[in-house]
């Protein structure tokens, strides 16, 4: 069982900048595909990024392509989203995802684990 927890969530104005992070507690980190996700108050939850578990591979929501970057240590068994020229529309609790898979996945039925989730909140 994998036990993820992200942290660096906050607040920030329109145009800054945050770099979250996720922690899985697993002994094999390698294997896993990472997946990003978020929800804002009163939606549905959203696909944001996700990266191969050999960094191969990353795929981003057309809502922050050019401006969200995912990258993953696997020594450190982390994976971060940086998070550049925020923009109010960006707030949301930001959730980890992970998938034993070789593949990029950007459904949420298709993840099994979940972190508790960090809240990024862009004021205008």
């Known amino acids: 069982q994998v036990r993820l927890e992200e942290s660096g969530g906050g607040m920030v104005q329109a145009g800054g900048s945050l770099r979250l992070s996720c922690v899985a507690s697993?002994?094999?980190?390698?294997?896993?595909?990472m997946g990003w996700f978020r929800q804002a108050p009163g939606k549905d939850r959203e696909f944001v990024s996700a990266?191969?578990?050999?960094?191969?591979?990353?795929s981003y929501a057309d809502s922050v392509k050019g401006r969200f970057t995912i990258s993953r240590d696997n020594d450190k068994k982390m994976v971060s989203l940086q998070m550049n020229s925020l923009k109010p529309e960006d707030t949301a609790i930001y959730y980890c995802?992970?998938?034993?898979?070789?593949?990029?996945?950007?459904?949420?039925?298709?993840?099994?684990?979940w972190g508790q989730g960090t809240q990024v909140t862009v004021s205008s």
């Open positions: 995802a992970a998938r034993w898979s070789d593949f990029l996945h950007s459904r949420g039925d298709e993840y099994d684990m």
């Open positions: 697993v002994s094999t980190f390698g294997r896993y595909t």
């Open positions: 990266i191969t578990w050999n960094r191969r591979d990353t």
